[in-house]
């Protein structure tokens, strides 16, 4: 049932993406030739070409079948190690999840009778405290980058931004994880761990580096849901700005192996060999029936998941100091356990143990024997497991009052933690926070309607709250649909609802020059030529060593491509990296001559320098070598894009989403360099309250 409408979605997108690329067919031609050795003229192109941007290629023809082979091979392999990173995680989490609960249980069965049970409220919350201690100490003084789900860099760095250090070694959920184990594995090199495999070295560029980690992604989010179709729809609604279809397979095959993977050792691990039932680390367990009536009120209620993004966005962070920040995480861990066991003790909501009951440990905790105590399944548990009991405990297991309760505190609780120094994202807090109101929900919706057994089933409920509150936080639409196997309707009502996910705005406050899927709408009356840049620094095709030198050093510009001209009109683009790489090896003119026998310049000095290019002040120019020529010529991109000044804003805007494009010169109808424009010029427009708004740049 929920398979078709995904079916259906592959269906089209394999029909429509390469549209970009592809020729499509105008009007039916009377006669179709039946043979493969002709091409017909009849067929004519349907828009003007786009050319892929010149790139080095292997000459010969078995080159581009090991390349393909290498990419499928680096998919797997990033498939393997997400799945086995996600296999590592879910043993430690379930590990110390299972300890604490047990030192504290013990603890609290110690201390009711003696009556000491501050001592265990200060166990858990020391417990609590410490093993985010760990976590923030990690974080704030190691790694900044990784606080956080890593879900908006990653986003930005498909985009096309340049985030620092994104793509690093660190630990981080899932997701991010995938994007480093995929960063690293496919330029066959680590920088942090400082070791090269001098394999992979065609990779080492920014477009194959991007589709690596849009796989990589995909395999994380494919190991946290046992769902490789939804990693897939992650990555592409997320994610990957460019798209062809041999990359939907490349990242549908790593999304598949990291769940096998996972799946795999997990049953290993549980002593189930050959088993396969644990797909990914959130397991919501299966639905008996599907829901058999779509209750369009729930619907309503997706809008709640907005208020706690507009709390998270305020809470976003006021602490700065590393110190500070690994005490500030500590606090609330101490708080959460503390509110934690006021409820748990307050709450008198016992029920009694079934037969068929789901948790692993019968969390007693304040109850008579027999009796386990409801408040703290959803407290005292990891997230995941309170989730499946949110969704599958039979009807009457909770009641309405610890719902609310547990909803109101959780809720504050996880704006508190968004965003604190410990690599941890609101996915799941917001399942579980979806989960509770929705089985509130479902059990009012009950109370109130005359015929009540029609409406009981609260588990459901539980689960269309949590699509609902977590596609009103993050409106990852698409993936949703699979990741949380909940109706497309629902989604479909989400996406309309909701203007903007969480992420969304996560990267607008970090001021992230970021392309959306479109010009603003009322953009189309500004042209190049308002936006560009100008004037333009320019190279000559024959350039004195010392202004290269001087312009690359003046901090004030900083800029990265130059356009190469002759005389004045375009002849090409150079980048800085490239010119930083010709000056450490001085591929001076007058060195050239003077020595024949020197090695020449090749490829792979790109490639090894690749992506972190030396700084200008690094490279020692004598002055006498101030005084010798550069030519451009050989290294410069000799076919840059390029467009008129009339050109309109969303045009351009096309141009550099579907190509990629870092910098676009405008030129004038004799071919000479009038402006440039960058991603940062296009992203200073968008839609405000009074229209199309400009925003100011600035070297933060
Ligand atoms: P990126 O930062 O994306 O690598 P970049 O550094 O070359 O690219 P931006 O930082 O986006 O360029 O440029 C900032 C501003 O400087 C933009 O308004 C852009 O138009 C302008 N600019 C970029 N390159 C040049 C140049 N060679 N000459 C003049 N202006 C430029
Ligand atoms: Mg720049």
Redesign the pocket.
Known sequence: MKTAPVALLFLILNQMHPSLLQDSVRGCPKEIPHNEKLLSLKYERDRETLMPPPSPLPSRPQGFKCLEISRWVICGLIGFLTGLIACCIDIAVENLAGVKYYVVKQNIEKFTEVGGLSISLILWAVLNSAFVMVGAVIVAFFEPGAAGSGIPQIKCYLNGV?IPRVVRLKEGPMIHSGAVVAAGVSQGRSTSLKKDFKIFEYFRRDTEKRDFVSAGAAAGVSAAFGAPVGGVLFSLEEGASFWNQMLTWRIFFASMISTFTLNFFLSIYNNKPGDLSSPGLINFGRFESDVSFLDFSTLLLVNYGAILKCVCVCVLRYVHRPCLQVMEAMLVAAVTATVSFAMIYFSNDCQPLGPDQSEDYPLQLFCADGEYNSMATAFFNTPERSVRSLFHNPPGSYNPLTLSLFTLTYFFLACWTYGLTVSAGVFIPSLLIGAAWGRLFGILLAAITPNGSVWAVPGKYALMGAAAQLGGIVRMTLSLTVITTVYTVLIIVIHLVVPQGLYDIHIKLQSV?FLHLEAPATSHWLTAREV???????FNRIEKVGTIVDVLSNTS???????VVVPVAICGLILRSQLIVLLKHKVFVELARSRLTQRKLQLKDFRDAYPRFPPIQSIHVSQDERECMMDLTEFMNPTPYTVPQETSLPRVFKLFRALGL??LVVVDSENRVV???????LARYHLGKHGLEEMQ?AQT
Do not use: I, Q, S
Not at 532 to 537: F, L, S, Y
Not at 557 to 563: D, E, I, K, V
């Open positions: 340049k020059p560009m840049g100008a004037p333009v620094t320019c510009t900083n800029h990265n491509g130059f356009p870092r910098h402006g440039l424009v960058t991603r940062k010029d740049l």
